[in-house]
């Protein structure tokens, strides 16, 4: 499986969003301090280093790690630190302190905070001065600096008092509560240091250096699972986070981390009864998919052999239904996926897996269906649109599978190469499951969702831009640019009822009836109230 960006992105700092960290207090202190009315979610970016004093690099980072857990604890939601690197990869701009206001408020939103706090730190002899300031996204409007300074030695004090001013609302969290938590600052320096180290070796070399300074570090340790996960080293993954005292506030998710690292060590039935355990305690969305794809995993070989064959029993667009093919013990695949998408409806992830499962169930119709809903949630998903592809031709809708599997490749390289390698045939690749990495993200934070959205945003402007232009150029009959345009509109948003019907009607007058009639059955399906389409395609029915 190859790794996806905000599909399987797996934790890095491993603190849950408006929990407490496991350097705070509990739930019920950071629930007493919050305001009657929401805060705004914040984004900290990095703070520069005004003085650029070289032994102090780490402290950039390490002013938005500390200031966002700070913030987290006021009862603040923030943005974490591997949601706002996501974005950074989105917009494939430099994870640094320096950059504008511009694309720092475009970083805001596609992750979907509602204030931004940028800043600068510097040293004055043995002072640590802390300069800060937010910007509201919805006016624009800047704040006045915030300053606040401190010996070196009390840099946890002075980044506390930051945080409160920065949140703004009315707390009954004393500051030593902010910063009892803490490990030693060398063990601190350590960690973030290991998170900002480019080569594996040197990221183990310093996490392993801040356990060894503080040995109860556990925040270091799934640190540590992330550098070996990204490796491929599951079996040491595993050993680290195995570590976590049961009793610690980040053993749920140590636990599902461990989970996973069974997972890709082959270890399904381990890794089934964990995930199984931790939903019986509290039901998540990325549990049940993860329980789903330890079905996948473990099911017959022969599943993944060959291409689908249409169902039996009719279309099965609902899980639990369709051809009887069971891993064993547990259940089937399609149900956990189903009963994952029962919670989170948005997330364009779980419904590929259905269909992905669906696929290798042999079950077409639910596979199509599906596929066609991860699609409709998510209009750049390369693979989506291929194994889409697959189905609708392995069912007969070779001109819509060949549309599709056009767009996959358009959007990866990845498909053409695959067919050069097999040529001919109308298979899909394997191990395509996509396992999720986090659990317990509240729905306000779930940032994939966010980031998701906003490139949604961003191609729906652009292919209604195109669409415009198509409808101008088809009322004057400039058949041949419209066509031009009108699919340029649909590559950007496949399910534009309106851009089909007026490709099929463009295809009609120029005697291509057969694409006029798989145009205006994709417009029908995607928007179902588009009687003119219908009341068309039936007269060439």
Same mark, same amino acid.
């Given at each position: 499986?190859?790794?996806?960006?905000?599909?399987?992105?797996?934790?890095?700092?491993?603190?849950?969003?408006?929990?407490?960290?496991?350097?705070?207090?509990?739930?019920?202190?950071?629930?007493?301090?919050?305001?009657?009315?929401?805060?705004?979610?914040?984004?900290?970016?990095?703070?520069?280093?005004?003085t650029g004093e070289p032994r102090s690099y780490w402290l950039s980072e390490?002013?938005?790690?500390?200031?966002?857990?700070?913030?987290? /604890?006021?009862? #603040?939601?923030?943005?974490?630190?591997?949601?706002?690197?996501?974005?950074?990869?989105?917009?494939? /701009?430099?994870?640094?302190?320096?950059?504008?206001?511009?694309?720092?408020?475009?970083?805001? %939103?596609?992750?979907?905070?509602?204030?931004?706090?940028?800043?600068?730190?510097?040293?004055?002899?043995?002072?640590?001065?802390?300069?800060?300031?937010?910007? @509201?996204?919805?006016?624009?409007?800047?704040?006045?600096?915030? /300053?606040?300074?401190?010996?070196?030695?009390?840099?946890?004090?002075?980044?506390?008092?930051?945080?409160?001013?920065?949140?703004?609302?009315?707390?009954?969290?004393?500051?030593?509560?902010?910063?009892?938590? +803490?490990?030693?600052?060398?063990?601190? !320096? %350590?960690?973030?240091?290991?998170?900002?180290?480019? =080569?594996?070796?040197?990221?183990?070399?310093?996490?392993?250096? =801040?356990?060894?300074?503080?040995?109860?570090?556990?925040?270091?340790?799934?640190?540590?699972?992330? #550098?070996?996960?990204?490796?491929?080293?599951?079996?040491?993954?595993?050993?680290?986070? @195995? %570590?976590?005292?049961?009793?610690?506030?980040?053993?749920?998710?140590?636990?599902?981390?461990?989970?996973?690292?069974?997972?890709?060590?082959?270890? +399904?039935?381990?890794?089934?009864?964990?995930?199984?355990?931790?939903?019986?305690?509290?039901?998540?969305?990325?549990?049940?998919?993860?329980?789903?794809?330890?079905?996948? @995993?473990?099911?017959?070989?022969?599943?993944?052999?060959?291409?689908?064959?249409?169902?039996?029993?009719?279309?099965?667009?609902?899980?639990?239904?369709?051809?009887?093919?069971?891993?064993?013990?547990?259940?089937?695949?399609?149900?956990?996926?189903?009963?994952?998408?029962?919670?989170?409806?948005?997330?364009?992830?779980?419904?590929?897996?259905?269909?992905?499962?669906?696929?290798?169930?042999?079950?077409?119709?639910?596979?199509?269906?599906?596929? @066609? !809903?991860?699609?409709?949630?998510?209009? =750049?998903?390369? !693979?989506?649109?291929?194994?889409?592809?697959?189905?609708?031709?392995?069912?007969?809708?070779?001109?819509?599978?060949?549309?599709?599997? !056009?767009?996959?490749?358009?959007?990866?390289?990845?498909?053409?190469?695959?067919?050069?390698?097999?040529?001919?045939?109308?298979? #899909?690749? %394997?191990?395509?499951?996509?396992?999720?990495?986090?659990?317990?993200?509240?729905?306000?934070?779930? #940032?994939?969702?966010?980031?998701?959205?906003?490139?949604?945003?961003?191609?729906?402007?652009?292919?209604?831009?195109?669409?415009?232009?198509?409808?101008?150029?088809?009322?004057?009959?400039?058949?041949?640019?419209?066509?031009?345009?009108?699919?340029?509109?649909?590559?950007?948003?496949?399910?534009?009822?309106?851009?089909?019907?007026?490709?099929?009607?463009?295809?009609?007058?120029?005697?291509?009836?057969?694409?006029?009639?798989?145009?205006?059955?994709?417009?029908?399906?995607?928007?179902?109230?588009?009687?003119?389409?219908?009341?068309?395609?039936?007269?060439?029915?």
């Amino acid at each position: 499986m190859r790794p996806r960006v905000g599909a399987s992105c797996l934790v890095l700092g491993a603190w849950l969003c408006l929990e407490p960290g496991p350097w705070g207090p509990g739930p019920g202190e950071a629930a007493q301090s919050a305001a009657t009315t929401p805060p705004a979610r914040q984004l900290v970016m990095p703070f520069e280093n005004a003085t650029g004093e070289p032994r102090s690099y780490w402290l950039s980072e390490g002013s938005a790690v500390l200031l966002t857990d700070d913030l987290i /604890v006021l009862g #603040v939601p923030a943005i974490r630190r591997e949601d706002r690197l996501r974005a950074f990869e989105r917009l494939r /701009v430099p994870p640094v302190a320096a950059l504008s206001h511009a694309t720092v408020i475009r970083l805001a %939103q596609v992750v979907g905070a509602a204030q931004v706090v940028v800043g600068a730190f510097e040293r004055q002899g043995g002072d640590l001065v802390v300069r800060a300031r937010t910007i @509201r996204l919805d006016t624009g409007r800047i704040s006045p600096e915030l /300053v606040e300074r401190g010996p070196l030695a009390d840099l946890l004090d002075v980044y506390a008092r930051v945080a409160r001013r920065v949140a703004a609302i009315a707390s009954s969290i004393p500051a030593e509560q902010l910063t009892r938590g +803490y490990p030693p600052l060398p063990a601190f !320096e %350590q960690y973030i240091k290991g998170l900002l180290a480019e =080569a594996p070796t040197a990221q183990i070399a310093f996490l392993t250096q =801040a356990l060894r300074v503080h040995p109860a570090f556990e925040r270091a340790r799934v640190a540590l699972w992330e #550098v070996h996960t990204a490796q491929g080293d599951h079996q040491q993954a595993l050993d680290a986070v @195995r %570590q976590v005292p049961a009793d610690h506030q980040l053993a749920r998710q140590a636990r599902f981390l461990a989970a996973s690292s069974m997972l890709h060590l082959g270890q +399904y039935q381990a890794a089934f009864d964990v995930f199984s355990e931790l939903n019986r305690t509290t039901p998540d969305p990325a549990l049940l998919n993860n329980l789903g794809v330890v079905q996948l @995993r473990r099911s017959s070989p022969s599943l993944r052999a060959g291409p689908a064959k249409p169902a039996a029993a009719g279309p099965s667009s609902s899980p639990g239904t369709g051809p009887s093919t069971s891993p064993g013990a547990g259940g089937r695949a399609v149900s956990y996926f189903g009963d994952a998408i029962a919670l989170d409806g948005s997330d364009a992830d779980l419904f590929f897996n259905l269909g992905y499962a669906f696929w290798l169930d042999r079950d077409l119709p639910g596979a199509i269906h599906w596929l @066609r !809903e991860a699609v409709r949630r998510n209009t =750049a998903d390369d !693979e989506a649109h291929y194994v889409l592809g697959v189905a609708l031709d392995a069912s007969g809708s070779t001109a819509e599978a060949a549309r599709e599997k !056009e767009l996959a490749r358009q959007l990866s390289a990845t498909y053409a190469d695959w067919e050069v390698k097999q040529p001919g045939a109308n298979t #899909v690749p %394997q191990g395509l499951e996509r396992l999720k990495g986090e659990i317990d993200v509240p729905e306000s934070l779930r #940032v994939d969702a966010a980031v998701v959205a906003a490139e949604q945003r961003d191609l729906r402007e652009i292919a209604a831009f195109h669409l415009d232009r198509g409808r101008r150029l088809f009322e004057a009959g400039l058949d041949a640019d419209a066509i031009a345009e009108l699919r340029r509109t649909v590559f950007l948003a496949p399910y534009e009822s309106e851009a089909h019907w007026l490709l099929g009607r463009m295809y009609l007058r120029t005697g291509r009836t057969e694409d006029a009639i798989d145009a205006l059955t994709i417009a029908v399906w995607s928007d179902p109230a588009n009687t003119e389409a219908q009341a068309l395609l039936k007269s060439l029915k």
